[in-house]
T-cell receptor
Framework: DGGITQSPKYLFRKEGQNVTLSCEQNLNHDAMYWYRQDPGQGLRLIYYSQIVNDFQKGDIAEGYSVSREKKESFPLTVTSAQKNPTAFYLC???????????FGPGTRLLVL | KNEVEQSPQNLTAQEGEFITINCSYSVGISALHWLQQHPGGGIVSLFMLSSGKKKHGRLIATINIQEKHSSLHITASHPRDSAVYICAVRSGGAQKLVFGQGTRLTINP
């Protein structure tokens, strides 16, 4: 089945630790996105990538990093510089930036 | 003021009622999206609109470009329609979507 997968479903981070959230898609989509969702707020864009080996910062990129070495994969690293990482993280992909985005099931990140 | 405002924030209705959720935006757009987020967190895209009206099953989405307003309607609502409904817009030439805060819909049996 085609779709987007995210792992893990829940992730716990200790103080000062970097953690990486996985996002994989087998839809052959060029564009991929990472969003953060906090209670009572709309989704906010962290990073996006329109093509392999290229990515751009979104509205809240500070404290995060990404890579796009393969078309199918767009991992997000939450670094120790992100002081308030507790949130629900959603990955999405689309054929190109103009088209409908398809979302993964999300990863909930909690700080210990 | 947010670029995308949804109303109401919360809506509770009885099964069978006709539901309307509103979205107003303040920028020129190339497309508007309606999304559905279930309690588990997963998001499904319902509609992408640039003009007029679209229908899928019991769901209808309309957009008025001049008034910068869109509505999502649900006919014959059912408890399984309970979810958060999110409006998002893409302004002309922009490479990102701007999201509303969402409307939490609860349909009671």
């Amino acid at each position: 089945d085609g779709g987007i997968t995210q792992s893990p479903k829940y992730l716990f981070r200790k103080e000062g630790q970097n953690v990486t959230l996985s996002c994989e898609q087998n839809l052959n989509h060029d564009a991929m996105y990472w969003y953060r969702q906090d209670p009572g707020q709309g989704l906010r864009l962290i990073y996006y990538s329109q093509i392999v080996n290229d990515f751009q910062k979104g509205d809240i990129a500070e404290g995060y990093s990404v890579s796009r070495e393969k078309k199918e994969s767009f991992p997000l690293t939450v670094t120790s510089a992100q002081k308030n990482p507790t949130a629900f993280y959603l990955c999405a992909s689309s054929i190109n930036r103009e088209e409908t985005q398809y979302f993964g099931p999300g990863t909930r990140l909690l700080v210990l | 003021k947010n670029e995308v405002e949804q109303s109401p924030q919360n809506l509770t209705a009885q099964e069978g009622e006709f539901i309307t959720i509103n979205c107003s935006y303040s920028v020129g757009i190339s497309a508007l999206h309606w999304l559905q987020q279930h309690p588990g967190g997963g998001i499904v895209s319902l509609f992408m609109l640039s003009s007029g009206k679209k229908k899928h099953g019991r769901l209808i989405a309309t957009i008025n470009i001049q008034e910068k307003h869109s509505s999502l309607h649900i006919t014959a609502s059912h408890p399984r329609d309970s979810a958060v409904y999110i409006c998002a817009v893409r302004s002309g030439g922009a490479q990102k979507l701007v999201f509303g805060q969402g409307t939490r819909l609860t349909i009671n049996p």
